[in-house]
């Protein structure tokens, strides 16, 4: 039986994964910055202030996903949330690759995110090859590459997955979203004209199950449905899902920059991101529309702040 090592296990996707990772018959531990020895799964504490990771944690690991990550969407973005969110992308990663010395890995999978090409609306659909943005984020995510790609020189691979937002009954973005349309005071943020690429939960948890089964995947893939979605288009998709009319205006993109600052950026503008390349590796999208994944029955039976009919 292989061995899983998970950073941020305790997040949304690191909880749905580790589950299907047992049910495909891996051993799976996670990384934590605190254990009650009360975990599901077998729990270590790193601390990446402290360059600290407990050892037993890695003894005898075949392969490690590498989820963590501060939210870059939890408050503003001053100087501290800064540092925040590239040190735990960055520094954790750098973290790791030091305390492997002498170790050897199957695979390295990294999240990675589709700010790496700017946050911008454009006509362009990004391919992987397509050179990165200039701005604050796509700069995280040029670094946070960067450092996962360091691992080709103890890991036979290297994945890392550009992920749009993935949907999912148990919170996240589609939290934020559902709320005020369940309240009926749902509206489309700032223009709406803003792309908002996205992939079902399930359908992202395969996509790194598969990235760590198949021996062919190396490199970086974009991890989006085909469904091309404008902010207007996924508010009315999950209006008409909850059995809601939209009446309220828009609401402007001046007033959420006052609100979050910088940080509004990844609510005002997004683009389309071309998925060829992981469909061409052979991955079927179980939920590749908007329709299809709100039906789906992990929707139908979430969490009650989430059920949709």
């Not at 799976?28 to 402290?50: A, C, M, Q």
């Not at 984020?137 to 993935?166: C, H, M, P, Y």
Request: charged share 20%; hydrophobic share 40%; net charge positive.
């Amino acid at each position: 039986m292989e061995t899983i090592l998970i950073t941020g296990g305790s997040g949304i996707i690191g909880r749905r994964l580790s589950e299907l990772l047992v049910q495909h018959h891996f051993a799976v531990r996670h990384l934590s910055r605190k254990s009650t020895g009360s975990e599901k799964y077998p729990t270590f504490v790193w601390n990446i202030d402290e360059q600290f990771i407990d050892p037993k944690a890695l003894e005898g690991v075949d392969h490690i996903i590498h989820l963590a990550g501060e939210n870059v969407g939890d408050g503003r973005w001053t100087a501290t949330r800064r540092k925040k969110i590239l040190s735990s992308r960055i520094d954790s990663a750098n973290l790791i690759l030091n305390k492997m010395k002498g170790q050897h890995l199957k695979s390295f999978i990294s999240a990675s995110g589709i700010s790496y090409y700017g946050s911008i609306t454009s006509s362009q659909i990004f391919k992987e090859t397509d050179p990165c943005g200039t701005d604050y984020l796509a700069n995280v995510s040029v670094q946070w590459e960067k450092a996962a790609f360091q691992f080709e020189d103890i890991a036979k691979r290297v994945v890392a997955l550009r992920t749009g937002v993935v949907l999912s009954p148990t919170g996240g973005a589609l939290a934020q979203l559902i709320k005020p349309i369940k309240l009926g005071i749902g509206s489309a943020l700032g223009s709406g004209k803003q792309y908002m690429p996205w992939l079902h939960l399930e359908d992202m948890c395969q996509i790194y199950l598969k990235a760590i089964t198949d021996e062919g995947m190396v490199g970086i893939y974009n991890a989006a449905s085909s469904d091309h979605l404008t902010n207007q288009e996924m508010v009315n998709a999950l209006a008409k899902n909850c059995g809601k009319k939209l009446w309220a205006p828009k609401v402007p993109g001046f007033l959420l920059k006052l609100l979050f600052g910088e940080m509004s950026v990844i609510i005002l503008e997004g683009s389309r991101v071309d998925n060829d390349k992981i469909k061409k590796a052979g991955f079927v999208f179980q939920y590749d529309t908007i329709d299809e994944a709100l039906k789906s029955p992990v929707f139908r039976t979430g969490t009650p702040n989430l059920k949709f009919k």
